[in-house]
């Protein structure tokens, strides 16, 4: 992989150090935005694509589905608002002054019914459209997955950092919003090497809200990392697109796969995220990992993300993130996920979200558990 040539912070072992893998977050964040069906959906394949082509021979897989576009203005006393439409959650054109402002907690975004009720009543009472303000610690900005099979409840609903409730809520507010449905494509990249065997799929989504640097940009530093130390194995990385729309690329995947995999190892969110303590930074404590595998065989991948502050789960038949999708396979499945203080926000850039010291821990624990996984997942088999 064209990821560098150390491994550790400034430790010379042939393999990446943390300033290469701080370097691809900023890298896959400097692309923009990471919604699915977009100019810069696309550029961020074409970017994956070529840093693994080390691997060898990558393969671009279409993924199509209806894309939601919407053009909107939100006006507060005249004045336009930042906002972002609720994706597929209104199908029309409205142009209307009787709005409901509300402030909502929407669990980080990641649920993709979490307003349905709000939403709901909303209707109910009459207001012809909603502005949700996100609750966030800071104030921010929070996106909500959707998911393309729901059923939409037709209320124009758009959402805006929460730090604006009080200003909205006293002030005359106006949405204008046309959006509809258009073909749309997405892609899952996938690249495998030449070593001959059942393979590990080493997998990880592509795409987000925003810039995503914590959220999806450190888990695809990791993946190159242990894609790059386990290359002497079969292996087979599977990027997804469609993450954002009820992970959409990897259920694509599934439901084409022929023949299931020996074992998959699925890097999710937020893996290498860092958050303010003190007057210093630490890993955030919210990254779990699950597996299929019993606790009597999974010690040696236990202490691997122990030491990167990861608790495994095991025995897991509920998943967080992914996994849920890759379980459907029947084979062994290890499953990280995590959720930073800016996820699904315009905040989670590279210097807020990681660094290289903390891709160095993460990535190096990662490695050593996926390896015993496989190594616990072939006994197991």
């Given at each position: 992989m064209?990821?560098?040539?150390?491994?550790?912070?400034?430790?010379?072992?042939?393999?990446?150090t943390?300033?290469?893998?701080y370097?691809?977050?900023?890298?896959?964040?400097?692309?923009?935005?990471?919604?699915?069906?977009?100019?810069?959906d696309?550029?961020t394949?074409?970017?994956?694509?070529?840093?693994m082509?080390?691997l060898?021979?990558?393969?671009?897989?279409?993924?199509?589905?209806?894309?939601?576009?919407?053009?909107?203005?939100?006006t507060?006393?005249?004045?336009?608002?930042?906002h972002?439409?609720?994706?597929?959650?209104?199908?029309?054109?409205?142009?209307t002054?009787?709005v409901?402002?509300?402030?909502?907690?929407?669990?980080?975004?990641?649920?993709?019914?979490?307003?349905?009720?709000?939403?709901?009543?909303?209707?109910?009472?009459?207001?012809?459209?909603?502005?949700?303000?996100?609750?966030?610690?800071?104030?921010?900005?929070?996106?909500?997955?959707?998911?393309?099979?729901?059923s939409?409840?037709?209320?124009?609903?758009?959402?805006?950092?929460?730090?604006?409730?009080d200003?909205?809520?006293?002030?005359?507010?106006?949405l204008?919003l046309?959006?509809?449905?258009?073909s749309?494509?997405?892609?899952?990249?996938?690249?495998?090497?030449?070593q001959?065997?059942?393979?590990?799929?080493?997998?990880?989504?592509?795409?987000g809200?925003?810039?995503?640097a914590?959220?999806?940009?450190?888990?695809?530093?990791?993946?190159?990392?242990?894609?790059e130390?386990?290359?002497d194995?079969?292996?087979?990385?599977?990027?997804?697109?469609g993450?954002?729309?009820?992970?959409?690329?990897?259920?694509?995947?599934?439901?084409?796969?022929t023949?299931?995999?020996?074992?998959?190892?699925?890097?999710?969110?937020?893996?290498?995220?860092?958050?303010?303590?003190?007057?210093?930074?630490?890993?955030?404590d919210?990254r779990?990992?699950?597996?299929?595998?019993?606790?009597?065989?999974?010690?040696?991948?236990?202490a691997?993300?122990?030491?990167?502050?990861?608790?495994l789960?095991?025995?897991?038949d509920?998943?967080?993130?992914?996994?849920?999708?890759?379980?459907?396979?029947?084979?062994?499945?290890?499953?990280?996920?995590?959720?930073?203080p800016?996820?699904h926000?315009?905040?989670?850039?590279?210097?807020?979200?990681?660094?290289?010291g903390?891709?160095?821990?993460?990535?190096?624990?990662?490695?050593?558990?996926v390896a015993a996984?496989?190594?616990?997942?072939?006994v197991?088999?």
């Amino acid at each position: 992989m064209n990821v560098g040539t150390a491994g550790g912070v400034g430790e010379p072992t042939g393999f990446a150090t943390g300033e290469d893998l701080y370097r691809i977050v900023c890298e896959y964040a400097a692309l923009g935005h990471h919604r699915s069906g977009t100019d810069r959906d696309t550029a961020t394949t074409e970017w994956f694509a070529e840093l693994m082509s080390d691997l060898g021979e990558v393969t671009t897989v279409p993924v199509e589905f209806d894309r939601y576009e919407a053009s909107s203005e939100l006006t507060v006393d005249g004045h336009p608002l930042e906002h972002l439409p609720l994706y597929y959650e209104f199908i029309g054109d409205v142009d209307t002054s009787n709005v409901a402002v509300r402030r909502f907690d929407p669990l980080g975004g990641g649920f993709p019914g979490v307003a349905d009720n709000l939403i709901e009543e909303t209707r109910r009472a009459g207001h012809e459209a909603l502005v949700i303000c996100t609750d966030h610690p800071d104030g921010e900005l929070v996106a909500i997955n959707r998911e393309l099979a729901a059923s939409p409840s037709g209320l124009p609903t758009v959402l805006v950092a929460g730090r604006c409730h009080d200003t909205l809520a006293s002030s005359a507010v106006r949405l204008r919003l046309r959006a509809g449905l258009v073909s749309g494509r997405t892609a899952n990249i996938e690249v495998s090497n030449n070593q001959p065997g059942r393979r590990l799929v080493l997998t990880t989504p592509l795409h987000g809200w925003f810039g995503a640097a914590g959220e999806r940009g450190t888990g695809v530093a990791v993946l190159c990392h242990v894609a790059e130390r386990l290359s002497d194995r079969p292996l087979t990385v599977v990027a997804t697109g469609g993450h954002e729309l009820g992970y959409m690329g990897a259920y694509a995947w599934v439901d084409r796969c022929t023949e299931p995999p020996a074992r998959i190892a699925h890097i999710g969110a937020s893996l290498a995220v860092e958050t303010a303590v003190g007057g210093g930074r630490q890993l955030i404590d919210s990254r779990i990992a699950m597996t299929t595998l019993g606790i009597s065989t999974a010690h040696g991948v236990a202490a691997a993300l122990d030491d990167a502050g990861i608790t495994l789960r095991c025995d897991s038949d509920t998943w967080l993130g992914e996994g849920e999708a890759w379980s459907l396979l029947g084979v062994p499945v290890l499953s990280t996920t995590g959720a930073g203080p800016d996820f699904h926000t315009p905040s989670d850039t590279p210097e807020r979200a990681t660094s290289p010291g903390a891709l160095a821990t993460v990535a190096d624990a990662v490695h050593r558990a996926v390896a015993a996984f496989c190594d616990a997942a072939t006994v197991c088999s």
